[in-house]
């Protein structure tokens, strides 16, 4: 039972670690409070959905499609609607509280479209439900699949951004964007592929949880809380902080709902949250880029 | 912060231009037309609801008033003019938006909002304006009180005990024949509609000596069921219930179906009888049950199936659609019968008259469909989300066990 829970509590923190890596890329490295986050995860999941049900593409080339159509737009969505505001904030906070409502009217702009091409209904298709074993355990393979994106991505990116030069370059740029400048970062360019890159990875989240979540044109905002909660306990802008806090989550959860009561999870994940906040309020792994 | 303020201006400008330019037009078509409004949860948690059984029926009726050439008032057709508001899933902004149809848009008739709570919400306002307020999508126990504090109201999906006691009929009949043994598993969403059932569940199955080896709630928006469904697993239980909205819905047939449990019942909340579960489940939805269920020789429903499909491209679902139609039809008639605009006098006739619907006669007692008039539970037999209960000619029997997950 420890070890089914465990497994179980795993599968779901990696998806909540998944869901949350490209917020803590926006939000840590490209300093976008990407409100309309949830949004563009729904819009992926979405277009895989009519990707698999109209042309009959597997949702995994699905992904090999939306991903970089995902970076393209997050890059064209940054050029044009929030550089301008880049380029008029004064501090961060500033950009911080204007980027906040430029991405809330997006988050509209995206949902209206959504509703008008897919209405309110729920939405929802079966790829890769296929128990696996492990440890005798059964777990889908959908959601196995997920976990293995979420470990494969969060290192990568971990060490992508550690181990290479591009990648020192976006943490100089997380950690002070002014001082940056003096030793020739072109600061512009690294928040645009920050932000674009966190775009490609929050579609590949939608792609995965659209296979075995069922979502509508609304479900957006449920997605950016959770990556809300997971970027701000695991650190801003820290992939590695993102992949540990998800999976806390995810445990977290899964042994609340076996032990004590399913009723409890949601006040469980709170607790957590508040407690992390009061002890380390810059997060589990500190604020940005290690 | 200037700038700011002046777009906020010029924004609020356009929007109450926007509001007078719409006042006036209706004011100088007031004459030759019927205005009808409602209220709908097109954003918000509620949307997935209302969009598959509220909205199309009232795309579906007003178009078919339409092409008739409109509502039959005094010997002439008078088309129809519909005014749709968006209550984003609020009940405030619901009860705001009904008021506004009332005062300001002066409607002639209300369509409900979607679900229990934004109808008892709205009832007050309703009630206050004595507007009808034919609900479809509301299961509540208080219906028979609130019928008596607003006779306005109508509730075509009865109350949360009804159900109960037809599920529990159809399982101790099962257990007397040694088909399950005594022992439930049941699981709720820690919402309206599931505190309700889950509440009538629990006394309904003690009473009838049934053991609930499991009863658990989980917060709304629970995607993730393993933990619950290998608890089930566990408890011996060979029947599973589950008061569920349509994502848990789904969530829990998956995850049931990826560990293999296959409990002899298996019965899940709302979703189950939606179109997008036979096209999610195929064969696996057979056996499954739910609350609805339709009658497959029935004419009038498998005629209604045809005009929902062929408006909507997609099935309308299995338990609220077609008392929505119905309770359209009805005021269509009621309507029709007093042959004028009275509000009071179309309350009174839906009351007392006998109406012709897709569902056959139908004549209310106390603001409810009688018992009999359709399925309490349903079933997926071949296809079809077919009615098992309350007992009654027009029911088939329970398929026992579930057939094993393909």
């Known amino acids: 039972m420890f070890v089914e829970a465990l497994l179980t509590g795993i599968t779901l923190g990696g998806m909540y670690a998944l869901v949350a890596m490209?917020?803590?890329?926006?939000?840590?490295?490209?300093?976008?409070?990407?409100?309309?986050?949830?949004?563009?995860?729904?819009?992926?999941?979405?277009?895989?959905?009519?990707?698999?049900?109209?042309?009959?593409?597997?949702?995994?080339?699905?992904?090999?499609?939306?991903?970089?159509?995902?970076?393209?737009?997050?890059?064209?969505?940054?050029?044009?609607?929030?550089?301008?505001?880049?380029?008029?904030?004064?501090?961060?906070?500033?950009?911080?509280?204007?980027?906040?409502?430029?991405?809330?009217?997006?988050?509209?702009?995206?949902?209206?479209?959504?509703?008008?091409?897919?209405?309110?209904?729920?939405?929802?298709?079966?790829?890769?439900?296929?128990?696996?074993?492990?440890?005798?355990?059964?777990?889908?393979?959908?959601?196995?699949?997920?976990?293995?994106?979420?470990?494969?991505?969060?290192?990568?990116?971990?060490?992508?951004?550690?181990?290479?030069?591009?990648?020192?370059?976006?943490?100089?740029?997380?950690?002070?964007?002014?001082?940056?400048?003096?030793?020739?970062?072109?600061?512009?360019?690294?928040a645009a592929i920050a932000f674009a890159l966190g775009g490609a990875l929050v579609a590949s989240g939608g792609v995965l949880v659209s296979m075995f979540l069922t979502f509508n044109a609304n479900i957006g905002v449920v997605f950016t809380m959770k990556a809300l909660i997971i970027v701000i306990m695991g650190g801003v802008g820290n992939m590695l902080g993102a992949l540990v806090a998800g999976l806390i989550l995810g445990l977290t959860e899964t042994f609340v709902a076996t032990w004590i009561d399913p009723g409890l999870t949601l006040a469980a994940t709170y607790t957590i949250f508040l407690i992390i906040l009061l002890v380390r309020p810059q997060g589990l792994f500190g604020r940005s880029g290690r | 912060m200037t700038r700011r303020f002046r777009i906020l201006a010029a924004a609020l400008a356009v929007g109450f231009a926007g509001t007078l330019s719409l006042v006036a037009s209706n004011q100088a078509l007031a004459q030759d037309k019927i205005k009808i409004g409602y209220a709908i949860s097109k954003t918000g948690p509620n949307a997935g609801g209302a969009n598959i059984t509220q909205i199309p029926n009232y795309q579906l009726w007003v178009k078919e008033l339409n092409d008739k050439g409109g509502l039959m008032i005094g010997g002439k057709r008078v088309p129809v003019e519909v005014i749709e508001y968006d209550d984003r899933s609020n009940s405030e902004e619901a009860v705001r938006a009904v008021e506004r149809l009332i005062t300001q848009d002066k409607v002639d008739l209300l369509l409900p909002p979607w679900g229990t709570g934004l109808n008892l919400a709205v009832g007050p306002v309703f009630n206050k304006y004595g507007y009808p307020q034919l609900t479809f999508s509301a299961v509540t126990d208080q219906a028979p009180a609130l019928v008596k504090r607003w006779p306005n109201s109508f509730w075509f999906l009865g109350t949360s005990v009804q159900y109960i006691d037809a599920l529990v009929d159809l399982l101790s009949k099962q257990q007397k024949a040694g088909k399950i043994n005594g022992t439930v598993a049941m699981i709720s969403v820690a919402d309206g509609f599931g505190i309700d059932l889950s509440k009538a569940a629990r006394d309904g199955l003690t009473k009838a000596g049934f053991k609930l080896a499991m009863d658990k709630s989980y917060p709304i928006g629970t995607q993730d069921m393993s933990p619950l469904i290998s608890e089930a697993q566990r408890s011996g239980a060979d029947t599973f219930i589950a008061f569920s909205y349509p994502p848990d819905t789904v969530a829990i047939n998956d995850q049931s179906k990826v560990a293999s449990f296959a409990p002899k019942v298996m019965f899940t909340g709302v979703g189950t009888g939606f179109p997008l579960f036979p096209q999610r489940f195929g064969a696996n939805a057979e056996g499954i049950m739910s609350l609805g269920g339709w009658d497959p020789n029935n004419a009038g429903t498998v005629e209604y199936r045809k005009r929902h499909v062929a408006m909507h491209s997609r099935d309308p679902d299995y338990w609220g659609s077609q008392l929505g139609y119905v309770s359209l039809q009805m005021l269509e008639q009621a309507v029709e019968r007093v042959g004028k605009i009275d509000r009071a006098a179309i309350i009174k006739e839906l009351q007392t008259g006998t109406f012709d619907t897709v569902l056959g006669k139908i004549k209310l007692v106390d603001n409810m469909p009688p018992k009999g008039t359709y399925a309490y539970i349903g079933q997926w037999q071949n296809g079809m989300f077919t009615g098992v209960a309350p007992a009654g000619a027009n029911m088939k029997d329970m398929v026992i066990p579930k057939p094993a997950w393909k």
């Open chain 1, 22 to 190: 490209g917020l803590t890329l926006q939000y840590g490295v490209a300093r976008i409070m990407n409100l309309s986050y949830g949004e563009i995860l729904v819009a992926a999941a979405f277009a895989v959905f009519w990707l698999f049900t109209a042309a009959g593409l597997s949702p995994l080339l699905g992904l090999v499609l939306i991903v970089p159509a995902a970076l393209l737009v997050s890059w064209l969505i940054y050029r044009i609607l929030l550089l301008p505001l880049v380029q008029r904030a004064k501090t961060r906070d500033a950009l911080e509280v204007d980027s906040i409502l430029a991405t809330f009217g997006l988050l509209f702009v995206v949902q209206g479209i959504m509703l008008v091409l897919f209405g309110g209904a729920y939405y929802s298709y079966s790829f890769l439900a296929i128990p696996v074993n492990v440890f005798g355990v059964t777990i889908a393979a959908n959601r196995l699949l997920a976990l293995a994106f979420a470990a494969v991505i969060g290192l990568a990116l971990y060490l992508g951004l550690t181990r290479t030069r591009a990648g020192t370059a976006l943490r100089a740029v997380a950690v002070d964007p002014v001082a940056a400048q003096l030793v020739a970062i072109d600061v512009r360019a690294a």
